[in-house]
C-alpha cells in the first residue's frame, strides 16, 4: 500500500458559520486529523489538502449564503491543521477534489495507490471525492473518525451506506487507527 | 425548467445476475420509468440512456464478478425500455454519467438546464450522476420512484441523506407524476 | 516501449466531400496505416480508432458544412482500414482523442506508455491528440507518413513545427518503418 | 462579443533561461500585453492569468531541465505585467490552460463568449489553449502580436498554421489593435 492521505474542507468558514446548528462535529474531529497528520509525517505519506475555492455567487451556492470564497480568510485552512511546508494545497470548485482537478496526475506522481480521504462534510465533498477516487482506479479508504457532517445523522447514514455498497477492496471505511496499523506494516 | 432525463444502467446483467439476493427492486420500477420515457418523449423531453460500458479486467470491478463488458449482450439497454430513435445512448467507464464523457456538453448543446435522474443503482451511479450534475451548473432532480438500490436499505438510506443534504434548489428529491407536473406547466 | 496505436478520423465522409480541393492526401496514406495495423496486429500492439462522433449543429461546425455525423455512414470507419473484432472504437466530440473521452484510462488499462498518432487532419485532430497524449503523461510518435491534412503544406507546416519544438523524447515524428523497427525490438 | 482575454505562461524563468538562445522574443510582447491589459480593464473585460505550477520531476519534464516550479519564484508573473486585484490566476499543470482545471466554468460563469489568447509559447502552450478553447464552444482569437516562441520561426509557422486551418469564425488569428476596436464596439 503507498497511501495518499487527502484533508477536505477543513477550512475557516466552516468553524464559524453561525447559521449552522452547530460546529461541536467539525471541532470534534480536528485532533483525529491532526494526530493522523503527524504520523503520515514520519511515515512520508504525502499530505494534500483540498480546499473549497469558490468564485462569488457561482452557480454552486444556489443563491444561499456564499463561503469559502477565493482569497478570503475563510478559505484558509484551520490553525490546529495548519499544513506544513511539504504539503500540497489544492483548491477546488466543486463536491470532488478531483472535479476540473490535477489530483489525479499528482497522485500518480507521487505514486500513490491508495487515497485515505478525511474531512468534512462526510455526506458531500469527503463523500464525492471518495467515489472519484475509485473511478480514477486508486484503492479508497474513508475514515469514519476523521470525517463529519454538520449533523450528526447524516454522518452516521452516510458511512452505513458505505458499508451496504460492498465496495471493497475497491472502497473501504475504517478508523484512522486501523489505517496507521496498516501503513505501518506496509514495508515490514 | 428546460429538462432532460438521464436514464442510469437499466442494463440486462443488472436483471438477470443470480449472485444478487433479488432483482425485484428493479422490476418493480421499469414500468415506472417507461411511463416517464413515454410522457418526456410527448412532452420533447430529450432522454440519454447512461449505460456501463465496462472493458475486461478494468480496476472498477476489484477483482469481482464482471459484468455490463462492452459489446456483450448484457450492457444493452432492457427491452421494456428499448432507447427510441431520436433518444441518446451514452456510453461509461465509471460510476457517474459525467465521468470522462461528454454528457455536459450534450446537455449544454440540447439547451438543458435541469438533469432528471433515474435509474440503477441509487446509492452509487445515480447518486454519482446526481453529484456531478449539480457540480456541471445543471439543475438536478433525483426521481425516488424511478430509481433503486438492489437493496431497498441502500436506496432508503440515500434518498434519506440527499433529503437531509439541504441541497434544494440545486438537487431534489421528488417522484416521476411531481416532476411532470413541473415540466407540464413550464411553458404556461 | 509498450505501444498502442491510434487512428484517427479516417472516416467516410473525410473521401467524399467535394467541398475540398482533394482528397487525394488522404488516399495515399490508407496503404500505409494498414499495413502498419496488419504488423501492430502481429505484434500484439493494442489498435484504437479514434472518430469523430458530432451532434447535428453543434458549435464545432461553426456554422459550415456538417459532417462524420453520430450514427451517418459518413462516420464510419473508411472500408481498407476496417476495424477488426478486438480493436477498440472511441467515438469523440472534438479535435483530440482525449477530449472527454476515458481513452486515457483504456491506454492504462492496456499497459500502453506509448502512444501512436496517425490520421487526420494532421494539424487538427492528430496535432490536439497528440499533445494531449504527451500532457496525459504518455510518451507519443506521430507518424509522418501515416498521417495527412487535405491540403499538403498544412501537414507540412505541421510536421516541420512539431520538430522545431524539441518535444523529444516525449514527442518525437517518426515514419512507420522506424517505429516498427523500435517496436519490434522491444522485447529483445 | 463577451471577451475574456488569457495570458499564457508569462513567467520570470522564462526570461532568465540561459540555455535558450534568446529571450529576445518574449520580451518583445511584454510592452503590447500590458497596452492590451490596460485597456481590456478599462473596458471591463476579465482576465485571466495562466501559469505553469510544475511539480518537480514531473513527466513533462522530459528529464530535461526543470522550470516554473510551483512554489518557486521563477513561476511567478514578471514584474511588468503583475495582476492586478481584479485578475483571475490560474494554475496549470501542462500545455493547455484548460487542462485539468475549471477554466471552463470560470469563463462561463464570466459571461464570456469569446477566448483572447496571448503569452508564450505560441506553439505550444498558446496553440494547445487556442484548441481547446474551440473545444470548450468558446469563439477563440489568438493574438498575433501578444504573443511568442522563443524562436520566431516557430510562431511564425504556427501563425501561418492557424490561418491555412480555415477554422473562422470559431479561431482567428488577429492583433490586439483589431481585436480592441471589435471589443470596444461591441455595446454600440
Redesign the interface.
Known sequence: MKPAVIVVDMLKDAFKRRDLPSTEEYVRIVPKIKGLLDRARELNIPIIFACDSF?E????F??KKQYNIRGSEGAEVVEDLKPNKGDHLLPK????AF????L???L??LGADTVVITGINT??CV??TA??S??N?FYTILLEDCSASR?V??HR??I??LR??N????LRVMSSEEFLKEAAGRNS
Do not use: W, Y
Open positions: 468564485l455567487n457561482d452557480f454552486i444556489g443563491g470548485r466543486r463536491f470532488s472535479f476540473k482537478t490535477d489525479d496526475q499528482t500518480r506522481l455526506h458531500v463523500f464525492a467515489m472519484d475509485v473511478c482506479d449533523n445523522e447524516a447514514l452516510c452505513e451506506l451496504q455498497s465496495l471493497s477492496p475497491l
